[in-house]
């Protein structure tokens, strides 16, 4: 972390350990509300919250953006899985702003930068905590799934290896820590960006159907997993004449992207469900569920009606 810090010419100024509870990642991450991302707060709170993270204060030249660029470093190098991806840093100045006052607020040091009417004015760059165990590396709530278009109609072949929505493996050196930078503030424009995220499309608030911890604990393996197995099409009968094929989707979230899947697939566990939206999100193009043309095009159609457009109808898979 350290050296890729310096490589953009930035600083530490200050860091400090954390502990982060799901309070904390309610507030630092506005785009998930309670009832309608529980999905999404099962896995941060799994990552987030159980274990110490550490916040870094980085001070530099155009701060904010180069932070950024630490983090698109780090993550390619050593994130490992959809949810550990290991490093945050705010999306724009005024989410920059709020979350370093949440988070370093009582360190006068670090405050001040922030302690102003206008936080877009801070030119230093906060990046989220990063647990310093490297089993408890920290995410960030990006929604893992969901990143790239899939044709309508796909042929595929052998499920292919993960990657970054976010995925790779973890290093055997020291877990590099997270940085969240800021820096002078007198010539800065003023922030036209909302303090809050906006929300990201809800689902389904699934607790009335499973015990969501329970559920992470079971998948968490599998999803730190460096090549987790392809998980098998749920099957809506017995045919074999036709596949829905599903790809990623920036403009869904991992919770309105499942409750699409799981109402599509008549019988599908919600596990399962989960991961075969995971799934398809990483590869790019996935067959989730196969039957016969009838059954496959009822399946189609609810998927688009919940919005999902990353998805098609294609030939059953030759590899099953």
Request: proline fraction near 14%.
């Amino acid at each position: 972390m350290e050296a890729a810090v310096a490589a953009e010419g930035l600083t530490v100024v200050c860091r400090h350990p954390v502990t982060l509870t799901p309070a904390d990642v309610r507030f630092l991450w506005s785009e998930y509300t309670e009832d309608g991302h529980v999905l999404m707060h099962a896995f941060l709170d799994r990552y987030l919250c159980s274990g110490p993270s550490e916040v870094l204060l980085l001070e530099g030249p155009d701060a904010f953006e180069a932070a950024r660029r630490v983090k698109r470093t780090i993550r390619s190098r050593y994130a490992n899985g959809p949810f550990a991806n290991l490093l945050h840093t705010a999306e724009h100045p005024a989410e920059l702003g709020r979350q370093a006052n949440h988070l370093l607020g009582r360190c006068p040091q670090c405050a001040a930068p922030f302690a102003l009417s206008d936080p877009a004015s801070s030119d230093s760059l906060l990046s989220d905590p990063v647990p310093s165990d490297p089993a408890l590396t920290a995410p960030t709530p990006s929604d893992p799934a969901l990143t790239a278009p899939v044709p309508t109609a796909p042929v595929p072949t052998a499920p292919v290896p993960t990657a970054p929505v976010p995925t790779a493996p973890v290093p055997t050196a020291p877990v590099p820590t997270a940085p969240v930078p800021t820096a002078p503030a007198s010539t800065a424009p003023a922030s036209t960006a909302p303090v809050l995220t906006a929300p990201r499309p809800r689902g389904r608030d699934f607790r009335q159907d499973h015990d969501l911890p329970a559920l992470v604990d079971s998948l968490w393996p599998a999803l730190q997993s460096e090549d987790p197995p392809a998980p098998a099409p749920h099957h809506l009968d017995r045919s074999r004449e036709a596949a829905i094929y599903l790809g990623a989707d920036r403009s869904q979230s991992l919770d309105s992207a499942v409750t699409a899947v799981w109402s599509a697939l008549p019988g599908v566990t919600l596990p399962h469900a989960v991961m075969l939206t995971l799934y398809a999100g990483r590869t790019g193009s996935y067959p989730i569920a196969v039957g016969s043309h009838q059954a496959v095009a009822r399946s189609h159609q609810i998927l688009l009606r919940h919005g999902l457009t990353a998805c098609g109808i294609g030939p059953f898979p030759a590899f099953r």
